[in-house]
């Protein structure tokens, strides 16, 4: 990796995760102003979505747009013109167990509407079709590493062309069997919007290096829990800060043993 950081503006922060329904109230856990009180991910449904599409929206679709479209609201941006990079461990678990089970039975015809939600780049191409996007898009796998992988390439994009690029990170739990192997809790995404320029929604800026320090922990055990559990949600100690408007050092878990170094400077 090349020593110099990668530099960009947060924009704009959209999040759904267990417990948290949105941004507003991530932040206000995270700054200690209420109690974390743990309950299933809430899913918006996706209203952008033409009616036919809108029935088939899985639950990772609803997240991802969810999650993006409230960073671009924040950002107060225009969806149709962002370049994005969607990232996921594992796409739709449920799905995927559909799948499974119609293989695994005596009739093994696949719908089209499975098949087709079935691809990594579902919600990617979701995106395009509710925020009429011709924009360039990146999708991404990286195991418990896709929210640092998706961030890198996000920035890497920012830093070449200097167009904003909108990050959606997002997973899925799978049920069983396949959640004994992969005990993902619950669905959880996170959006940033990233900029080379600084605006007048700008959050902070950050700067993103190569690293060995282990990772930033979370103070309250069950939002510890939560970035351990669901990929996406590694974001959580860089969420911590920009909630606080903190300057500083945070470490996100990325590929072992290498880890990312951010250096944020609030607005």
């Given at each position: 990796m090349n020593p110099t950081p990668l530099h960009a503006w947060i924009n704009g922060v959209g999040l759904i995760a267990p417990g948290l329904p949105d941004w507003p109230t991530a932040a206000a856990v995270l700054r200690d102003e209420v109690a974390y009180v743990p309950a299933p991910s809430v899913l918006?449904?996706?209203?952008?979505?033409?009616?036919?599409?809108?029935?088939?929206?899985?639950?990772?679709?609803?997240?991802?747009?969810?999650?993006?479209?409230?960073?671009?609201?924040?950002?107060?941006?225009?969806?149709?013109?962002l370049a994005t990079v969607f990232s996921a461990s594992g796409a739709d678990g449920h799905n995927c167990h559909a799948l499974c089970e119609q293989l695994a039975g005596d009739d093994r015809q696949i719908s089209p509407t499975r098949f087709h939600n079935s691809v990594h780049n579902a919600a990617a191409g979701y995106w395009g079709i509710a925020t009429r996007s011709m924009a360039p898009c990146q999708v991404l796998g990286a195991f418990d590493a896709s929210f640092g992988a998706g961030l890198l390439d996000a920035l890497a994009q920012v830093a070449l062309g200097g167009e904003p690029v909108l990050l959606v990170a997002y997973d899925s739990e799978y049920p069983?069997?396949?959640?004994?192997?992969?005990?993902?809790?619950?669905?959880?995404?996170?959006?940033?919007?990233?900029?080379?320029?600084?605006?007048?929604?700008?959050?902070?800026?950050?700067?993103?290096?190569?690293?060995?320090?282990?990772?930033?922990?979370?103070?309250?055990?069950?939002?510890?829990?939560?970035?351990?559990?669901?990929?996406?949600?590694?974001?959580?100690?860089?969420?911590?800060?920009?909630?606080?408007?903190?300057?500083?050092?945070?470490?996100?878990?990325?590929?072992?043993?290498?880890?990312?170094?951010?250096?944020?400077?609030?607005?």
């Open positions: 918006p449904a996706p209203m952008l979505l033409p009616p036919a599409e809108r029935r088939r929206a899985s639950r990772v679709i609803r997240l991802s747009l969810g999650v993006g479209l409230e960073a671009v609201t924040h950002a107060g941006a225009d969806a149709a013109t069983e069997p396949l959640h004994a192997k992969r005990d993902t809790p619950d669905c959880g995404g996170v959006a940033l919007l990233l900029s080379a320029q600084r605006s007048e929604r700008s959050l902070a800026s950050v700067a993103v290096t190569a690293g060995r320090a282990p990772a930033d922990v979370l103070a309250v055990p069950a939002l510890e829990r939560l970035r351990r559990n669901i990929p996406a949600m590694r974001a959580l100690p860089l969420l911590h800060h920009l909630a606080h408007g903190m300057a500083g050092a945070v470490v996100l878990d990325y590929l072992a043993p290498m880890q990312l170094q951010l250096e944020l400077q609030p607005c």
